[in-house]
């Protein structure tokens, strides 16, 4: 273990991903992604800071729609299929630690 | 019941001209996959009465004077990541299961409006993640070569589907080399096109700025055909190139002669024999038909997978984020909404999924962001410079498109990364946004089936069909898994 | 602008201890387009839950986003109209769970936003810079059920409506300029006016369209700012000066009691009149910011920037002050107001240029139109007609008002003519006195209490006048000639 990364530090990322891991699944990603940042120190060797990031293959620019109404999906058809709605709305469970 | 041909192209002349009914069209492909599905499953769904009824509407329309289009009757097996309305469409994963999308995405309205029939949705490592299908939620896919063996992924299901002869043609997405790969391990064609030619539009994301569409055939005239159907600007994608493709299927008997073919000398090592045996005997019968062959180097080429594999599940990160419970899919009911989605993804990712939320959650956190995810931004623009000064000498570059054939389950045990080094040589293009295509040539010492890699620079989709048509020409027959191993029709 | 901006003396005021306010407004919009940002469904408030839904709203799998021009080109209307500079720009993922984010990232302009730079004049005159005004989409909103009235804490559960989700946002940071929250009252309803008259949104914070977040902090004039804290769900301009007077208090207190100030979010409570902690900073979001790949940049051209700019209309300043100078009256007074608020100056300006009176017009115009539009049922050149008969003194401003009304309610008519049926002829002044001098024999009690200076003794006597001429004397006159009577005792 190159300790690149900490369990600490994944318990902190699953919680940014909402994953709900297993104690052991801790040790093994830690483990997994350890050995992965190690390979990926590869490009530690390249003098990158020249270099402009690439973000998109093809470079495009304003691609843009008219602002007309196109009817969308059907209401009854999308709220049946959600896990839970009520009176025409998608149900959650409370929200808690927060804010809108 | 009329023999019916293999190539889509032969069976769409056939049902246009009424002398081959897309009805036995179909139930020939449905009893082959009767004879075999049950020890390849390449499917998570068979569309068999939809498939009939489509293929009964084609033959009407044939009879009317009417022209079903340029895929008359070709049934089609779709990768299970794109979105077929009112039918299930999963990504092999168990937070998808019974999800029925409430609209087509734009190659399904495509193929189905040149007269195709969508036969299945395919088997494929959950959301595209994974060089072996071994991922799937659903259980894997067999090569239909050899079934201890592995075909190859993520689009397994439609390589094995096409090489099994369950339809002449699969629909695949390829990121990393998706298609490609699972193509050379099945003895199949596959095509990536350069990135915005096929429309993304309902296709579910693994990697936005990575992932393409494109087929699975066993000629390389279909896949040229299978192109010029679904390739074409989509105002639906706003990365979707805003030009018109000229048709490939006009460029293929064009030749190679006078064509500089790339050997890329400083290209990762590590290739199988019998591979790179097969990637010099494809050299040797360009330079026979009269190409070039001339040494380049892309320096950047073998950073491709530290790019990739921060680039890739960064996106994913972000891309599978929208799977939380709230509108479709799987919820595992909880107490308040933070727990509700941490149950539900927990329960409803498989683990290589998971694995690339985290590296790629973590890649963009605050404090590692520049590290990580800023860094590999840089490698794929060196990546893209490189290829772009290659192409000043070659117009296409040759590569194996598989480090090895189809090898068996299991093999790449517990560490991800021998499965991520799968993808080695065909990983570069998705990050340069270029076109790659694989072309079976000849097998390997057990008899398994190899593929060449041919890259071309972008939109040069006419010089690497041009080129992939004459390595088909002078490739050694090999029996197809369908003669291997009989069939019902 | 008034470039030569003269500093508002209220900016000088200071708080308890010496303490000063900062405060700096982030101001959402939605703008008034007919679709969503990114996808075809109505932009439309009011519908039925989960109506106006497409698979880009709901984020279903597969679902990518187009970006909608008319957006563009308001988002750059506003730019332009707050003097920013417009470039080119780009569009991040801000990544965060949340019920009523359905993909479970917000798009939204980061690093490259479409507007920087520009200000905002207040009233006095004092120009509050503009930091950014950049594009990004709405949520849906959610709806807390059971629990202490709709609150979210202790709710049994929450309904998502998505009809909001993706509405196209401006969201516009000014700088820490402002220094009382009568500063940032009158910057949000400037900026409203601005919105309003360009035609970028209807700007309605009781409807939400327009929301608005205070950054207050406090300091000791010469000192670095002190630390801010962020004050949400302020829903009308009345509760953003309340919000930030108890911010600034709760911060001054803290300070001089020898705490210090916490960098967090809080939330004010309407019905407590307070703030709230709703997040601190160290359990605030990693939002994972990253450039979004399923879009492209947006490069203007210099001739769409300035054929923007050129198509904007006169704004409310302007307007203000041409009002202001044509009819006399203040720019900041009601009737100027009222007139702006309600388009009505253009066609206040037209009866002036009909040879009628503007400053009675504006006064007309303010009491009688209410219900009108920018472009009122009476012809101009009837009010004209009125305004002129009353500055000739042929109407008294009690019979004009009479005339008026009717006129409004037939959507026109000619003054004079409803003026004489109504049998209205200005008294002469002889015949008016005597009648004063018989409503102060009439009442003598009135009388002394109105020498003893009470007002409402005026009244009394005023109104017998007015009762004895059915309403023909003029209310200012007959003050005239009490006040003389009165100045006349011995
Ligand atoms: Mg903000
Ligand atoms: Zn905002």
């Known amino acids: ?100 | 019941m009329t023999a019916v041909p293999t190539s889509a192209a032969a069976i769409a002349a056939g049902v246009r001209s009424g002398s081959l009914k897309a009805v036995d069209v179909v139930e020939a492909h449905l009893a082959r996959i009767a004879d075999r599905e049950g020890e390849i499953h390449a499917f998570n769904v068979v569309l068999a009465d939809r498939a009939r009824a489509g293929a009964a509407a084609v033959d009407a329309m044939v009879a009317a004077g009417g022209d079903p289009g340029p895929l008359a009757g070709v049934p089609i097996a779709l990768k299970d990541n794109m979105c077929t309305r009112g039918i299930p469409t999963t990504c092999s994963s168990k937070i998808l299961d019974g999800w029925k999308p409430p609209y087509d995405a734009t190659v399904v309205t495509k193929l189905a409006a040149a007269g195709a029939i969508a036969i299945g949705k395919t088997n494929l490592d959950e959301f595209a993640m994974g060089s072996s299908t071994e991922n799937s939620a659903f259980g894997p896919t067999r090569n239909p070569h050899d079934t201890s063996r592995v075909p190859g992924g993520s689009s397994g299901g439609s390589a094995a589907a096409v090489a099994a002869g369950f339809a002449p043609v699969g629909i695949g997405s390829d990121t990393g080399g998706s298609i490609r790969q699972p193509a050379a391990l099945c003895g199949v064609v596959g095509a990536k096109p350069t990135y915005g030619y096929v429309s993304r539009y309902g296709l579910i994301a693994f990697a936005s700025s990575l992932d393409q569409i494109g087929p699975f055939t066993t000629t390389v005239h279909d896949s040229a055909l299978l192109l010029d159907v679904i390739g074409g600007h989509d105002p639906m994608d706003s990365t979707s190139i805003p030009v018109a493709h000229a048709p490939l299927t006009g460029v293929l008997d064009r030749g190679v002669k006078g064509l500089r073919i790339g050997r890329i000398t400083d290209l990762p090592a590590g290739a199988d024999p019998d591979v790179t045996e097969r990637l010099e005997a494809a050299f040797d019968a360009l330079r026979e038909a009269g190409a070039r062959i001339i040494d380049v180097q892309v320096p950047a080429f073998s950073y491709g997978l530290t790019a990739y594999y921060l680039i890739a599940p960064a996106e994913a990160s972000s891309n599978l984020a929208r799977f939380d419970g709230v509108r479709f899919g799987l919820r595992v009911d909880a107490l308040d909404t933070n727990t509700m989605y941490s149950a539900t993804r927990a329960a409803g990712f498989g683990d290589e999924v998971k694995r690339r939320i985290m590296l790629g959650t973590y890649a963009l956190s605050a404090g590692y962001y520049d590290a990580y995810y800023g860094r590999a931004l840089k490698v794929r623009k060196l990546i893209h410079d490189d290829f772009a000064r290659a192409y000043q000498d070659a117009d296409v570059l040759l590569t194996p498109t598989s480090a090895s054939v189809a090898f068996p389950f299991g093999s790449k045990g517990d560490n991800p990364l021998a499965m991520y080094l799968c993808d080695v040589y065909t990983i570069p293009s998705n990050l340069a946004g270029h076109p790659g295509m694989s072309v079976p040539f000849g097998t390997g010492a057990d008899g398994l089936p190899v593929g060449v890699q041919v890259l071309a620079g972008t939109l040069d989709e006419a010089t690497m069909f041009r080129v992939g048509a004459a390595l088909e020409r002078c490739a050694p027959a090999v029996t197809s898994a369908v003669a291997l191993h009989g069939s019902a029709s | 602008m008034s470039a030569g901006a003269r500093v508002d003396p209220r900016a000088e005021q200071v708080l308890e201890y010496g303490y000063q306010l900062v405060v700096g407004l982030e101001v959402h919009v939605e703008l008034d387009t007919a679709t969503k940002l990114f996808s075809a469904s109505a932009n439309r408030f009011g519908d039925d839950p989960n109506t106006n839904i497409d698979p880009v709203t709901l984020g279903l799998p597969g679902a990518l986003p187009v970006l909608n021009r008319h957006a563009v080109e308001l988002a750059m209307r506003i730019g332009a109209a707050l003097d920013c500079t417009i470039q080119p720009s780009t569009f991040h993922r801000k990544n965060y769970f949340y019920p009523d984010m359905p993909k479970a990232y917000q798009i939204s302009q980061y690093d490259q936003p479409i507007n920087i730079d520009g200000h905002l004049d207040l009233p006095g005159g004092k120009r509050i810079g503009i930091e950014r005004a950049h594009l990004e989409e709405d949520t849906g909103k959610s709806t807390h059920v059971g629990g202490s009235g709709g609150r979210i804490h202790g709710s049994d559960h929450s309904l998502i409506d998505f009809n909001r989700a993706g509405v196209p946002l401006v969201e516009i940071v000014s700088r820490p300029d402002l220094r009382t929250a009568d500063e940032a009252r009158q910057y949000v309803n400037e900026l409203r006016a601005i919105l309003v008259a360009i035609g970028a949104s209807d700007a309605k914070m009781e409807e939400g369209s327009m929301r608005c977040d205070a950054n207050v902090s406090v300091h000791q004039p010469g000192t670095p700012l002190g630390t801010r804290c962020e004050i949400k769900n302020v829903n009308s301009v009345r509760s953003l000066g309340r919000a930030i007077d108890y911010e600034a208090r709760r911060q001054v207190d803290l300070l001089a009691s020898g705490g210090i100030v916490r960098q967090e979010t809080r939330h004010w409570d309407e019905t407590d009149g307070r703030t709230h902690t709703l997040r601190t900073k160290e359990d605030a979001d990693d939002y994972r910011y990253f450039l979004e790949p399923d879009l492209v940049p947006i490069v203007p051209s210099a001739e769409w920037i300035q054929a923007v700019r050129d198509a904007l209309p006169m704004l409310p300043a302007a307007r203000r002050a041409r009002l202001s100078e044509a009819s006399g009256s203040p720019a900041y007074s009601e009737a100027v107001m009222a007139a702006i608020d309600r388009g009505q100056d253009a066609y206040v300006l037209a009866v002036g240029h009909l040879g009628g009176d503007i400053g009675r017009a504006l006064v007309h115009v303010k009491e009688a139109y209410a219900e009108q539009g920018p472009s009122p049922t009476v012809p101009a050149q009837d009010l004209a007609l009125l305004t002129t008969l009353e500055v000739d003194g042929k109407l008294t401003a009690t019979q004009a008002k009479a005339v008026l009304a009717e006129i409004v309610a037939a959507g026109g008519g000619d003054a004079a003519a409803i003026a004489a049926a109504k049998g209205f002829e200005a008294m002469d002044n002889s015949a008016l006195e005597s009648v004063v001098d018989q409503a102060i024999a009439a009442d003598p009690e009135a009388w002394v209490k109105f020498c003893a200076g009470e007002g409402k003794a005026m009244g009394a006597l005023v109104g017998a006048v007015m009762k004895a001429t059915g309403g023909k004397a003029d209310g200012k006159v007959v003050t005239a000639v009490l006040n003389q009577r009165r100045a006349a005792q011995p």
């Open chain 1, 1 to 100: 273990m190159s300790d690149r990364i900490t369990a600490a530090d994944v318990v902190k990322v699953a919680k940014l991903a909402r994953l709900d891991l297993t104690p052991d699944e801790i040790v093994r990603t830690t483990a997994q992604l350890d050995g992965m940042l190690e390979h990926f120190a590869d490009m530690d060797a390249l003098d990158l800071d020249a270099v402009v990031p690439m973000t998109q293959p093809y470079p495009l620019h304003n691609v843009f729609r008219d602002d007309m109404v196109v009817i969308g999906l059907d209401h009854d058809e999308v709220l049946a299929a959600a896990p839970r709605s009520e009176d025409g709305r998608f149900w959650v469970p409370p929200i808690i630690g927060l804010d809108s």
